[in-house]
């Protein structure tokens, strides 16, 4: 691209054969840009954003080596400048980067050199140095960037290198502080009531939610928020009991359990315990969320720390590790499951394949109680479905789905959809009466299945697979017949009877979807933090109101208990009362019957 010494003019022309350079460039974005139109959320999408700008670097070399045309010196000189500015931008770039210099940095910068060299108005010795100048440029620039993660559409979310990451500003917040020193006991019910929200996705884990109606024109009357506050990065939800709420956060090299008022936002407990996970697109924190039964807590922890607390006061009870009790190690995105408790076992997810990738500890020691399971990573959480009148616990892997009977781990039935080493399974199996329904993202779409059982005989067959819906970690709900969820970033609806798509419109990003099921109106959390309210309608995308309820990247399920929304992201959490011209009933109640005790 430029020559240090000298133009060799009587070997080679004054400037390069072009047009090679802009059919490889070309070439790439076409790629990139067909595979985002045609094959949107599905490995060949991410496959093709990863490698095609390493293909087209390689190509570019070959025709700027053996068919550009210009000397010899030319080439060697811009060879070595070019790739000497690449390799200074990986060496010297911030570790979060390096996924980012290949699927963005490389393709514009390549754009650019092979647009400057187009611009033949521009006398070649002088344009020779522009697409150096051009990557040096873009070389530089990404040495100041800090890539603080991608959307569910691998879109980065970059950040100068120098400023401090949201989970440091909280940190250094004086509100962070005060919350280490808080410590006070609750008194909490040993069973829920309806209107609590005991676990993951609700007591079914189905995001189902009954008793509950609230006004539709929120022109007229908006859901009022009642707090707001910065919580610490975290994918998980919350867990309601009483006037309490629970959820799991990132603060340091420290993953915490904490317990807040429901009504106020204000600290009760907050427990630590040494753990940090991270990774490049998702950032740090927890993604399971804590799971209350009879006054106790279990959560588990990103890297495989499991635990069982006292939700009165946060006092560890028990402590696990799935990396020292399985050969699991942390998956790609981290352990992700939230525990279910069933009869005297908590049982969760590990990965560890060769009969152990589910793992059941004993309620009240911990100690291991079975192992069992053919999966090797999934993101999924147990189930407890009841099938053929027999109570069993469902899990969810790459191997497919796997049905074990709780108290001691035996395999009642398997039906395999095997997808290798590489593609997951996030969402969580949706029961139908005898039927389930296994969702599976990177395009391979949605799959109901009908369990039978002949005397001691189990067995699956599939009724259909539809790829009209395909839902990465977004998971649907059920209502008269119809699944309502996410078609990668497109919310849908499809017939439960045939799988056949009934409508797809609304683009929410990878967003979360809650049944408000008396109302038949579903929920829906986007990805940027908006409230959606549409109703459940087969026929037609019908939206009924929309408010900003967060900001920033949110991928967390929301919660109704008592007529009060809560949401949460990596960065905040807030509070809405959906009826704001009635009062909270539970707030009234938790105001008199809540006893605190202590500081």
């Known amino acids: 691209m ?21 059919l490889i460039v070309g070439a ?25 700008p390493m293909v087209c670097v390689g190509a570019l070399l070959i025709w700027w080596l053996f068919a550009s045309r210009v000397s010899w010196n030319q080439r060697l000189t811009g060879l070595a400048l070019v790739v000497g500015l690449f390799l200074a931008a990986f060496l010297l770039s911030h570790e979060s980067m390096f996924m980012s210099l290949l699927m963005f940095t490389i393709p514009w910068t390549v754009t650019a050199i092979a647009g400057l060299l187009i611009l033949k108005f521009i006398p070649w010795p002088t344009r020779r140095w522009l697409p150096v100048a051009a990557t040096a440029i873009m070389c530089c620039y990404a040495m100041t960037l800090r890539l603080d993660g991608l959307s569910g559409s691998f879109e980065p979310d970059l950040a100068w ?16 502080a005060a919350d280490t020193e808080i410590e006070r006991t609750l008194i909490l019910p040993e069973e829920v009531s309806s209107t609590d929200w005991p676990e993951f996705r609700g007591a079914a884990r189905d995001g189902r939610v009954t008793g509950v109606s609230f006004p539709t024109d929120w022109k007229a009357a908006p859901p009022r928020e009642l707090w707001r506050r910065e919580v ?69 922890g990103a890297a495989g720390k499991i635990q069982c607390l006292d939700a009165a006061t946060g006092e560890s009870i028990w402590v696990r590790d799935l990396t020292v009790d399985t050969p699991a190690k942390p998956p790609q995105w981290g352990f992700s499951a939230s525990p279910l408790v069933v009869g005297d076992l908590v049982i969760t997810y590990a990965g560890a394949g060769d009969g152990q990738s589910i793992i059941a500890y004993q309620r009240e020691d911990g100690e291991i109680a079975w192992m069992g399971g053919k999966g090797t990573h999934s993101y ?66 949605t799959r109901r299945i009908t369990v039978a059982k002949e005397g001691d005989q189990w067995s699956t067959s599939e009724q259909w697979t539809s790829r009209a819906m395909k839902p990465y970690f977004n998971d649907y709900v059920e209502y008269e017949g119809h699944l309502y969820g996410f078609d990668n970033e497109i919310f849908a609806c499809i017939d439960l009877e045939d799988g056949k798509k009934k409508w797809k419109r609304g683009r929410y990003g990878h967003g979360q979807v809650l049944l408000v099921a008396d ?24 939206k009924l109101a929309e ?16 007529n009060r929304l809560f949401v949460r992201n990596g960065k905040e959490a807030a509070c809405y009362e959906l009826t704001p011209s009635k009062p909270s009933a539970m707030a009234t109640l938790g105001e008199k019957s809540m006893q605190m005790v202590g500081d």
């Open 2 to 22: 430029t020559d240090a010494i000298e133009t060799d003019s009587s070997q080679s022309p004054t400037s390069p054969r072009i047009w090679p350079a802009a």
């Open 28 to 52: 790439m974005w076409a790629a990139k840009k067909g595979t985002e139109a045609f094959a949107s959320g599905t490995m060949l999408q991410f496959m093709t954003g990863f490698f095609s």
């Open 161 to 176: 290198r120098w400023d401090p990451t949201q989970e440091e500003v909280f940190l250094a917040s004086s509100e962070s």
């Open 232 to 300: 610490g990065p975290g994918w998980g939800s919350f867990t309601i009991v009483g006037d309490t709420l629970f959820t799991q956060e990132q603060r340091g090299d420290q993953e915490v359990v904490t317990a807040y008022s429901a009504t106020s936002g204000d600290p009760i407990w907050m427990n630590e315990v040494e753990s940090r996970f991270t990774e490049v697109v998702g950032g740090p924190g927890p993604r399971g969320t804590p799971t209350y039964h009879q006054g106790k807590l279990y959560s588990q």
């Open 380 to 445: 999924s959480s147990p189930q407890l479905a009841t099938l053929g009148d027999v109570e069993q616990v469902l899990m969810l892997s790459n191997y497919g789905l796997i049905s074990f009977v709780p108290g001691d781990g035996k395999v009642l039935w398997e039906h395999e959809w095997d997808l290798g080493p590489q593609p997951n399974r996030v969402v969580q199996p949706l029961v139908l009466g005898d039927d389930v329904l296994i969702g599976t993202f990177l395009g391979l779409g």
């Open 519 to 542: 109302m038949g109106t579903l929920l829906i959390l986007g990805e940027k933090g908006e409230l959606v309210l549409l109703e459940a309608n087969p026929k037609k995308h019908v």
């Open 547 to 562: 408010i900003q309820a967060i900001e920033g990247k949110t991928w967390n399920h929301p919660v109704i208990a008592d």
